[in-house]
Every structure is written in C-alpha cells, then in structure tokens.
C-alpha cells in the first residue's frame, strides 16, 4: 500500500512540478518576492512610520520591532500564495480527471480508491508547499541582507503554520474539485468561495457578534500574526505589536485542523461518487 | 485461464436508458466485440468489468472474484482503454507507462525493460522521452493501448481502439490483437462501430440495443460471399449458374474456394445487367442492420 502511495504521489507531484502552471506560480511567486523586496528594503521606514502612527507609538522603534513589521508584512502578502498554488493545482486535481476521461485508467488500476486521493492529495500539497517554500526562502534570504542577522524562532512557526496554512487550503482545493467536470470551473470556484464567500460570512459573524476566527480565511492569517499580533482584516480581538498568545495560536489551529478534517471528509465522499455514479 | 461472469446486471446510462444483462459468460481464449449504436452501451459495460464504475445493480466475476467484493484484486489482471484519454500532459510516455506497470505489479523489479518492450511495441521508442503534450492525436492513441497492454494483463478492455489510428497505429493495433489472441489464457473485448475490425478478429460480436443484447454473432463463418450491386433491380427472369440470393439491385452469392467471380459477371451482363460495385458479403453488416430494421432504427437511403 505504501509503495502504491509513494507511486501515485511522485508521478502526480512530478506531472505538477513539469507543468505550465507550476512555472507560473514559480514565476509570480518571484515576481511579488522581487516587489516585496522592493518595498521592504526601500520603503521599511515609510512603511513602519504610517503603519506605527496609525498605533500612535514613537518612531524610535526597536529593532527587533524593525524585524517584526518586516516579517509581518511579507506574511501579510504571502496569505495569497498557498490560495492561488490551490487554486492551480488542488482545484484541478480531480476535475482535470474528470475533463480529460483520465479517471477511468485510474480507476481501473488495481488501488484503493483512499490511496489515488491520497496521493492527488499528497501531490497537490507537495506542489503548492514548493511554491510556499520558494517564497518563505526569499523572505529569509531578503531578511538576512535586510537586518545582517538571522531571524528569530519565530520564522519557524511562521514556516510551519504556512505549510499547516498550505494543507489547509489543497484540502479546501480538492474537496472543491470533486464537485466539478471541468478544472476551471473548479479553479474559478475556489476562488470565488475563498476570497469572496468567506468575507460575506465573516461579516455576517462579525454583525452578530460570532467570532470571525472561526472562519477559514481569518484563521489563516495567524500566519503573520506570529510576529505581531495585528490584523487589518479583522480587528475583533483587538490588536497588538506583540505576538500572538499561544491560545490565539492554537486556537487559529485548531480552526484549521477542524476545516482541513472538513475539507478532506467532503473529497473522500465526493470522490467515492465520482467513482460510482459516471 | 481467465473468465469473466456477469449475471443479472443493471446499470443506469441516464434518464430513461439501463444497460441490462441478464447473463454473459466469456471464457478464455476469446475475442469478443461489443456492436451498437451509440448509447447502446458498449463504454458502459467496458467501464463496469475494468472496474472503474462501482455503482451497478448484478454480480460481475473476474477470475472468480466478485468485483463488488475484492475490486481490487479482481481487476489485477486486467488492461483497459476507455473513453480516448488525453493523459497526463506534463510526464514522458515512458514515465506513464512505468507508473502504470509499477501499480499493476506492485513492484519496480523488471519495470523498465517491459516498458521498453510495449515502447517499442507500439512505435514510440524514440518520442517515449518526450513529454505527453507534444505527443500527435495518433501518438496518445497508441500510448493509450501501451497502457491497456501494459503488465501482461490477461483481460484486455478496449473501447473503439480504431479510434484516431493511422495506419501505423492500426498495423500496432493489429499486432497487438494477433498477440492477445494467440495467448490460451486470454480474453480480449473490444467495443467498436467498425465491422471490418470486429469481423477481423472476433470468435464472438455481441450486438447491444439500447442497453440490452440483442444477438451474439459467432465469428465461425468460413464462406466466400460476395454482394454484386447491378445498375438495375433483379428480375425474377435472372438465371445464372449458381445459386444466389437477391434484394433490390443486390445479388448475394457464395464463390467456392479458387473459382473467380468473372464468370458470373459475363453471366450478368450477358443478361443485360451491368456492375455497380462488388464487396465481400459481411454476415455480421447483415445481422446488423437486420436487428436495427426490427427495432425500428434504420436508414432509408
């Protein structure tokens, strides 16, 4: 079974790697790194001036606040990166399946059904999590030249929740792809749902006094929040230039994990049917 | 030896359309074809013994293992090609097909020399290291039956293997055939409108209508049937040296072994008939279109 596993995932992993689309995303991820290195290493000290006045803190600031704005507002724009790495792989994974006829040789392949979602899973992550890890390499890199030191631990678990961030998403892209015989529709759909039906949803929650954390899109920005606990999203629990507290951070967690198990649940049934019903 | 048992199988194809079989046995070694119009059902039952369409209503055994039960080992021994796929667009046709034969073995060991093989097989040594996307609609056709092929499966599933097929493609399609059938313990099945490849190759056509087989033609004619198309209906008058039959402007007529069709055609025209045309007499055409003038589905021309 493990061997199965490990065969379905590095031919899907190697067909995105291999594929327009994964140079594109390879191409934009560097395109918004160079920009973001423009701003950073050009433009910090205006940036942190209006971003600390809207605070009205002093300018004298220090450095590792210096370092912290720099990180949180590589993170702010990283946020999009695992989005549209889904959108490009994830939400084609099982519709480009489906719109190609591929999925009957698939299919007929003597393998469990669990193990080809798996591995479509796998894949996509595998996929998405490079183009993630290219960008996150870039702000490491730009922060060593930036500040001649490296930075602190909490790069780790802004690396780390990115990548939760980035499973949290493909699982998102794959339950959205069972749903669809063409992968642009999927494509298209993923993003409407994340970028436009979550922010209604969020309002809504914030109109009736819910917690807006609870939904995916709010929870994902505990990404940044790492290095300062700010939000210009959503200023529900108040803001600071501090880190988040630990709860916040497993709390957001938590919120992904439940959404992830969600996702993965709704692509495991829809999947099932797709097998079924064609 | 391989079998496949069908029995009591119900299958939705849309609104209003169930592929129904009440019962099909196929044994090994056999050829067998599946004819029909469009929407009989052919792809459906291919579809259903590959494996990859798990929701019907029946029992289906291959090798004596009930599908619904263990489909993942019934269909080991299984190839297939359904539905003309466009593939993987961004791996080497050597890499799908060593995916493909690592799946169906479940190990790496022999892989890439029986890969060679089926490259080599089907003609695309030299393009197996290119990727899929630059592969011409005749070259991802004869990937396509590399990977039906692929693993020595003993059950080969093909569904209108003519499809898009040069002449290149349709001599490998034709070796392919010849090798599966020269094997005892294999069972090809092939889904396909071109009666000159079922009547080819088959020992068995089933002909589907509507979801439903209507008659299985056993392949064991041996005769040498001709059809002489005349410039002008048959006269009840028309006498010639051998029998016939005739239908309109037709005369069907048997040749024995050697003897040459230009004596009967100085007979015809001694008689004032000129040819049209001459094609070899195809039972299976006949029974065809016999079955869709019943059902009502024939047309005038």
New interface residues.
């Given amino acids: 079974m493990l061997?199965?596993l490990r065969?379905?995932t590095s031919?899907?992993t190697?067909?995105?790697?291999?594929?327009?689309a994964f140079f594109f995303m390879a191409f934009l991820t560097i395109l918004i790194s160079i920009l973001m290195i423009i701003l950073t290493f050009f433009t910090l000290g205006s940036v942190i001036q209006s971003f600390v006045q809207e605070g009205g803190l002093s300018l004298h600031l220090p450095i590792e606040l210096r370092e912290a704005t720099f990180n949180f507002i590589w993170g702010n724009i990283f946020i999009y990166i695992p989005i549209l790495g889904s959108a490009f792989f994830a939400a084609g994974a099982i519709s480009y399946e489906l719109e190609?006829?591929?999925?009957?040789?698939?299919?007929?392949?003597?393998?469990?059904r669990d193990i080809i979602l798996i591995g479509k899973l796998l894949s996509s992550f595998i996929a998405t999590a490079t183009i993630v890890t290219i960008y996150i390499a870039i702000q490491f890199v730009a922060y060593i030249i930036q500040f001649q030191s490296l930075p602190s631990s909490y790069f780790i678990d802004y690396y780390l929740l990115a990548l939760l961030l980035t499973f949290s998403d493909v699982s998102m892209g794959i339950a959205v792809s069972t749903f669809f015989t063409k992968q642009s529709n999927a494509s298209i759909s993923y993003l409407i749902l994340y970028i436009v039906a979550m922010d209604i949803v969020s309002l809504i929650f914030s109109a009736s006094n819910v917690n807006p954390l609870l939904i995916k899109a709010n929870a994902d920005r505990i990404v940044y929040r790492v290095f300062m606990n700010l939000d210009p999203y959503v200023l529900y629990y108040g803001g600071s230039i501090s880190p988040a507290p630990i709860f916040q951070i497993l709390f957001s967690v938590e919120i992904l994990v439940a959404y992830t198990g969600c996702f993965l649940l709704i692509a495991y049934l829809m999947f099932l049917r797709r097998?079924?019903?064609? | 030896m391989s079998s496949i048992k069908v029995r009591h199988l119900e299958k939705s194809m849309g609104p209003d359309k169930t592929l129904l079989i009440k019962e099909l046995n196929i044994e090994s070694p056999k050829v067998l074809g599946l004819l029909g119009p469009n929407g009989a059902g052919k792809s459906t039952i291919l579809k259903l013994l590959s494996g990859s369409v798990e929701l019907f209503r029946g029992e289906i055994e291959i090798n004596g293992i009930d599908i619904r039960e263990d489909r993942k080992n019934a269909v080991i021994g299984t190839g297939s090609l359904i539905e003309n796929p466009r593939f993987y667009q961004f791996v080497s046709g050597r890499h799908l097909l060593s995916f493909i034969d690592c799946i169906r073995k479940g190990t790496d060991f022999g892989v890439p020399e029986e890969v060679n093989s089926v490259l080599e097989q089907i003609g695309l040594e030299k393009k197996g290291k290119s990727l899929i996307n630059t592969y011409s609609t005749g070259e991802l056709k004869r990937l396509s039956l590399g990977a039906a092929i692929i693993g020595n499966p003993k059950i080969v599933l093909l569904d209108e293997p003519l499809d898009n097929l040069d002449i290149l493609g349709e001599l490998v399609l034709d070796n392919i055939i010849h090798q599966i059938s020269n094997v005892k313990d294999k069972i090809l099945i092939m889904a396909s409108h071109d009666l000159g490849l079922l009547e080819k190759f088959c020992n068995e056509v089933i002909i589907l209508i509507d979801g439903k087989i209507e008659e299985t033609v056993i392949m064991d004619y041996p005769g040498n049937k001709k059809i002489i198309t005349l410039d002008k209906s048959v006269q009840p008058t028309l006498s010639l040296s051998k029998e016939y039959e005739h239908t309109g402007s037709e005369i069907i007529i048997e040749m024995s072994k050697n003897e040459e069709i230009i004596s009967v055609i100085r007979e015809l025209n001694s008689q004032g008939y000129e040819i049209k045309r001459i094609n070899d007499y195809s039972m299976l055409k006949r029974k065809y279109l016999d079955i869709l003038k019943i059902k009502g589905m024939n047309i005038h021309h």
């Fill in positions: 061997f199965q065969k379905i031919f899907f190697l067909n995105f790697w291999n594929s327009r190609q006829k591929t999925i009957y040789q698939l299919f007929s392949l003597p393998v469990s097998g079924i019903v064609k």
